[in-house]
Nanobody, 119 residues
Framework: QVQLVESGGGLVQAGGSLGLSCAAS????????MGWYRQAPGKQRELVATITSGGMTNYVGSVKGRFTISRDNAKNTVYLQMNSLKLEDTAVYYC?????????????WGKGTLVTVSS
């Protein structure tokens, strides 16, 4: 079984920056695609950014140019650097991972970390 543990959420002012990290642990697993999703109050969960095992990235349009996803394969860790944060970025951010590089086939999920952007 794979466990994903996020860290780095918190409160930040609009225009500020915040970094998230997520470490995968367990035994006998292979992680390929990793990514971040978010769910704002009253809204459905949406993809934020994904990254394949080879480093190919994919972003939702609203965060392009502001957020950067990266990973350390040796540490089974994925990061999300969020810059120029907006009020609408407020959400619970979930880490996700899968055994394939298909970004839409994530199998493992973290419990989420809250990011609150204030004015």
């Amino acid at each position: 079984q794979v466990q994903l543990v996020e860290s780095g959420g918190g409160l930040v002012q609009a225009g500020g920056s915040l970094g998230l990290s997520c470490a995968a642990s367990g035994s006998g697993f292979t992680i390929k695609a990793m990514g971040w999703y978010r769910q704002a109050p009253g809204k459905q969960r949406e993809l934020v950014a994904t990254i394949t095992s080879g480093g190919m990235t994919n972003y939702v349009g609203s965060v392009k140019g502001r957020f950067t996803i990266s990973r350390d394969n040796a540490k089974n860790t994925v990061y999300l650097q969020m810059n120029s944060l907006k009020l609408e970025d407020t959400a619970v951010y979930y880490c996700a991972a899968g055994r394939t590089d298909l970004y839409y086939a994530m199998e493992y999920w973290g419990k989420g970390t809250l990011v609150t952007v204030s004015s």
